[in-house]
DNA sequence: GTAATAAGTCAAGTCAGTTGACTTAATAAG
DNA sequence: CTTATTAAGTCAACTGACTTGACTTATTAC
């Protein structure tokens, strides 16, 4: 009787799974449109007028939506436009650095409703699980208080951190977290709060967040290069984050810098955080290090212009690989550190080299500054729940259980 | 009564969504797995052994799947296996080159049935695409004289062409096509044969075959470097090819050798095949160039060595640049070379640089040498429409048609 | 006013997969 | 050598999500 089948095979699918799919594309359409009427619907997922209402129907029974007024467009009877009710799901999504935590409550639009950090002992992560469910607790405390209903309606808790994961021996590379990688946080954090939990990498979190409220709002084919203590990229790939065979794609930042270079260099050696807070000889557990740093952009410090000036060689040419291999709709640069940086940063990267982005009918601009809020990493982590509750994907479409 | 809607929505789905979905799963668990029973498909596809049944029993009567002799195994009435039948469907695959043509005729499970090629002459698309249609017209000839209800089970052409595609000027680069880019090819085949027509870069094709008969058979992510007269990277990702936002992705001869380099150098001008005919004088149009490049080979000819030594160079750190941007399962070398120098040129590629890909619990080698055939190419472009009529792939569950 | 247009509902229909009991055919155990 | 056990596969009724086509409602154009 054993389950373990050494057949390999994608799952077969029934009515479940297409009643599942049409639920999310209806609530996928409403997030990317705004609000739309059932005739809307029907047109937009060529679903039937019937079909639409149905689903409709019990959609609002649930809570995910609500009708507005009528609107009267032209001849016919006036539509009856629904939208999102942002109070039919939170999620709660964490931030976990080397140095400290955020986590966020959110929404079903994505709207942070509560915010909290804490300080977290460095390399002590039996200690920091510790600090880490006390203030998801404190989140849901308050959302509790925002929302009576909030507890049954909290769809899952994503928790995004550095990676790369599962790399047993690396070195002691002081852009990854040793000590985080051996602890069985997922475990303990399951165990701890009761809930469903999801793990990205913080670039990955940061496209999530872009694809949610930021510039990859409705874009099947973005990257989100993110330039923080370390770099990494998050992929946005038809439609969905890209994960990889063994959840590290995008690891950027150890992308080697040349063939033929004997140094080993990579890019975050030369262009992430760490590379600046080094080159300015600052402390990066330094508490009010991120206005220091903002002060010093604004500023147009010397030092740090040199910085940027040298990392944004170093970033075209990322920007250039990330275009050749990926063939983006558009790049978008974001980052933890203060926006002021961020600008300089990417004013510093333009004109970028010649690739295959530079084609006729573009509309978008090959780069853009993303979100540079520190707390979108969390608001990233808080919307894959949102994203896996709601949002067409293929393995949602699949069966699950046995069958008989 | 506009078709064209501003508002953005994936498409649902219906009964018709599910069945052909489930109908895809089946064949394809049989590609992977060889033969099973309807048992061991019901246990695969999570489906109930009734709706399988049900399934089966239409797949064989349409001639895709046919039962062998009942096997014994232990308790319980025997089971009764199911194979694909090879002349289920047909698909022809196109090269188009630079010099050449090439075309195959392929059956269901991937084998090569028929083969023809061509000269095609430089630079004109008008007088090359008379000769293409004649070459096709002859595999379609051939192919019938082999399967008599051949020609109404050919589910497409795939063509195979050097991209990228859709880039207006890109200079006059040596690599590209710029002739063949602007004549409305695909228009004219289709014109031409009635059939169905598919297009990818030579790399994608040979990916493509890596997944259908190669070592790619049943990974879900893979990427197939491709060293021909230039260079790219076919994606496999998520099980599907991926083709990025403007259809090339994995453009990787075009990535900048190095962030610093002001000489602009990419890969393709020194890793390619271009590169080598360059460096070692030799004219990319003669006719004997293949096997003259295969006895240089064999003979470990000292010049055609260091172009590999060099070139190796550069590949390995693609090969670090793929693994740290994909992230997958393995990194497949194929190659319009002969045999001989591919395993040169893998050899010397060894060892790899240190990436993500150095984890624990690897099965699979990080880089491999892919097929060799240089009909390979030709091979993938006609696995594309199988494929797309036979691979479950979540656009084939969508509805396309209105439904009122 | 009346026709045209469009949103949305009603009620019956379709069909793919599910359910649970049943049949068939083999082997292990006593 | 009989019997219990196990597993493949079938039968027939059922379920439920979407479809169909006619109908109602509400608004604007002429």
Redesign the pocket.
């Known amino acids: 009787?054993s389950d373990i089948s050494p057949i390999r095979a994608t799952s077969?699918t029934?009515?479940?799974g297409?009643?599942a799919h049409?639920r999310r594309v209806m609530m996928d359409a409403l997030r990317l449109n705004g609000a739309l009427?059932?005739?809307d619907l029907a047109r937009a997922t060529q679903?039937?007028?019937?079909?639409v209402?149905?689903?409709i129907e019990e959609l609002e029974r649930d809570g995910f939506v609500v009708s507005l007024d009528?609107v009267?467009k032209?001849?016919?009877?006036?539509?009856?436009p629904y939208r999102l009710v942002p109070e039919g799901a939170f999620a709660i999504g964490l931030q976990i650095d080397r140095h400290l935590t955020r986590a966020v409550a959110v929404d079903l639009v994505g709207t942070v409703l509560v915010r909290a950090e804490a300080k977290l002992p460095p390399d002590d992560p039996h200690g920091g699980v510790k600090i880490i469910l006390g203030v998801v607790e404190s989140i849901r405390r308050d959302l509790a208080a925002i929302s009576a209903l909030s507890e049954k309606r909290i769809v899952g808790l994503g928790v995004a951190m550095p990676g790369p994961f599962g790399l047993e021996e690396f070195g002691d590379n002081k852009w990854m977290m040793p000590a985080w990688q051996k602890y069985p946080l997922l475990e303990t954090l399951a165990a701890g709060t009761g809930l469903d939990i999801s793990l990205q990498n913080d670039s990955a979190a940061c496209a999530i967040a872009e694809r949610m409220v930021g510039a990859a709002h409705g874009l099947d084919h973005a990257v989100c290069l993110y330039v923080g203590y370390g770099i990494g990229a998050g992929l946005i790939l038809n439609g969905e984050l890209y994960r990889g065979g063994s959840g590290n794609a995008g690891e950027i930042g150890m992308a080697l810098l040349s063939p033929r270079g004997s140094d080993g260099a990579v890019l975050e050696h030369r262009a992430s955080l760490a590379s600046l807070y080094q080159q300015l000889e600052l402390d990066p557990s330094e508490t009010g290090l991120y206005d220091h740093v903002a002060a010093l952009a604004l500023a147009e410090d010397p030092a740090l212009v040199a910085w940027v000036r040298d990392a944004a060689m170093d970033l075209r040419w990322s920007v250039q690989l990330i275009e050749t291999l990926f063939d983006p709709e558009t790049v978008i640069l974001t980052s933890g550190a203060p926006e002021a940086l961020a600008r300089l940063i990417v004013e510093a990267m333009l004109p970028l080299p010649l690739s295959i982005a530079n084609r006729p009918g573009r509309t978008l601009p090959r780069l853009q500054l993303g979100i540079t809020d520190p707390w979108s990493i969390a608001l990233g982590a808080a919307a894959e729940p949102i994203g896996r509750a709601f949002d067409p994907r293929y393995s949602a479409i699949l069966?699950t259980r046995s069958?008989?």
């Open positions: 009787m077969g029934n009515q479940e297409t009643s049409n009427s059932r005739a679903l039937t007028k019937q079909a209402s149905n689903i009528a009267r032209g001849r016919g009877q006036p539509s009856t069966k069958g008989g």
